[in-house]
């Protein structure tokens, strides 16, 4: 691995810490806060949030088996994607290596800060080549986004050649874990010790079944967290999302009863979707969502839609031509779609 000062961004390794929090050394003990200027009356709203998020990074740490220092928070996995450019890549002038098809915020967020996206396709069974997938690699390349199971694909990426890729690779391996809970493959988060270069992503958007608090977590080394606390505006988690959070991690048992029948769910939407005629091909997922291969994805789309249901069409996405993704449900959701595709 080159050297971080290498990796990131001249203007972001340059700032101090301390430029870009708001802390206080003369809070820490207090008791009377006239610091912030923010009103005395309607508590406990009117305090700003913990910029640290120090109680819930603690939960965490135990749940993940991380440690606190190695947990960087985002609203959103989707803030964090965002960082990972701001931090490493200089605009037009640095690259990025991606998969594809994958997760679409990749490529849009390198749109957006200006960064050349490569993107290597998928070998047959939207397999992971790590051989080829180095290859598109030059001088400039920061950051490799992997993700596994992979979105829209449903699959775990092997192992294998992830590893290959890590260790082949001088700059950063991003690997986004965000439907993890639904597969048995092993977590990259436990090898942050390991691999200085890894950043595992995780999310309470999938299996956590909070996408609407926009908490993104991302577990890499020390001083990678230190990068990205330095770009991060200083309030990026509201407490009422630190909060209902720590309330999720208590009733972390809701999340596995939610996975089990999710699980089996899909295996029967999955079986049943390999017998209607209409579908030419199920892909094996890990995740709560597996690819088809319809004979008129567009039409098939399109009727749904008009039957109130929506399901996601991937036809235009490279190497998913006439496929539909689609996400287990409910028993009785899933029976309506199945009801509907069989009258099609
Ligand atoms: C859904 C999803 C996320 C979640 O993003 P959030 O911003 O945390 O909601 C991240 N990565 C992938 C691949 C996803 O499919």
Redesign the pocket.
Known sequence: MKALQELARKNIWQISPDETSLDNPGKDDARIFLDANEIPYNKPHNRYPDPWQTKLKATLSQVKGVAPENIFLGN???EVIDMVYRVFCEPRRDNVVAIAPT?GTYKARADVNDVEYRAVPLSEGFRLDAQKTLAARDANTKVIWL?SPN?PTGNSLQQTEIEKIIMGFDGIVVI?E?YSDFSPAKLFRSEIGKHPNIIA?N?M??AWGR?DIRL?MAFANEQIVKLLNKVKLPYNINTLTQRHALDALEHRQDVEKWVRMLLQERGQLMKAFEYLPICERVYPSDSNFFLAKMTDAQSIYKYLTEKGIAVKNESDVELCENCLRVTVGTKSENSELLGALRQF
């Open positions: 959103g996995s989707d997760y993700c979105d986004d965000a992503l999310t958007s999938k996408a993104g």
